[in-house]
């Protein structure tokens, strides 16, 4: 099955730095990568995803690229700020004929923007 | 639109007790997952119903975990009995499923979750 290494678990920066969260995963089939923003005691939340018909995907101030010889994707978020802080998630799965598949998660990585 | 629906939100029970969670999808959503988050980490998908059918719940321990989606809309998710190791986060999501003309059939929007206790 699919495995998906998430790095780093935590980190750390300042207000207005930007933050890189990065994946690794391991089933060559996997055609679809969300990734998920989970705050304190909430469900997580999608906030952006990419499949793997492109390269880069560009949302305001989060951008995700995915390179699928190498088999990893990234997060990027730009002039991060205090309420980015939470932990975030990236997941892979295998979508076909307009079904879903399970989306297999990393272990989360804890983003603390440090005012 | 009200997002995805459970409850409880937080449920504390005695090891060897039963205990049932619910879950109202989004209106529409036929594919709705039940997942699994310990502490620290991602969610594990534990079931997942395409309408009122299980196709795929091979993570399920089905020696004390039970679900059912009688109508195809809301879920209950069952334990019985507990285990200490059964504490956890239960998180109920859903998505549209087989659509077309554009729409994101892949996302899956997730309900807020019940914390389980097992004591």
């Known amino acids: 099955g699919e495995n998906v290494e998430q790095h780093p678990s935590t980190l750390s920066v300042q207000e207005g730095d930007s933050a890189v969260i990065k994946c690794t995963y391991s089933d060559s089939a996997s055609n679809y990568f969300p990734w998920y923003k989970q705050e304190l005691g909430k469900g997580p939340q999608l906030i952006i995803d990419?499949?793997?018909?492109?390269g880069e995907k560009k949302d305001q101030r989060i951008a995700v690229t995915l390179n699928k010889t190498a088999k990893h994707f990234s997060l990027h978020i730009t002039e991060t700020q205090p309420e980015d802080s939470a932990v975030y998630f990236c997941?892979?799965?295998?979508?076909?004929?307009?079904?879903?598949?399970?989306?297999?998660f990393g272990k989360g990585t804890l983003l603390t923007v440090n005012p | 639109e009200a997002g995805v629906v459970q409850s409880p939100r937080y449920k504390i029970i005695e090891k060897k007790q039963p205990v049932a969670f619910w879950c109202n999808p989004i209106?529409?959503?036929?594919?709705l997952y039940w997942y699994l988050q310990n502490l620290g980490q991602g969610p594990e998908l534990l079931i997942r119903?395409?309408?009122?059918?299980?196709?795929?719940d091979s993570q399920l321990p089905k020696d004390r975990f039970s679900a059912e989606r009688l109508k195809g809309v809301d879920s209950t998710l069952k334990i019985q009995p507990a285990e200490l190791g059964d504490s956890a986060v239960y998180l109920c999501?859903?998505?549209?499923?087989?659509?077309?003309?554009?729409?994101?059939?892949?996302?899956?929007?997730f309900g807020p979750g019940t914390r389980l206790t097992v004591l």
């Open positions: 209106s529409g959503h036929n594919t």
């Open positions: 999501a859903s998505s549209l499923g087989r659509v077309s003309g554009g729409v994101s059939y892949n996302e899956q929007f």
């Open positions: 990419i499949r793997s018909n492109v």
């Open positions: 119903y395409e309408n009122e059918e299980a196709v795929d």
């Open positions: 997941a892979a799965s295998m979508v076909a004929g307009g079904s879903n598949y399970k989306l297999t």
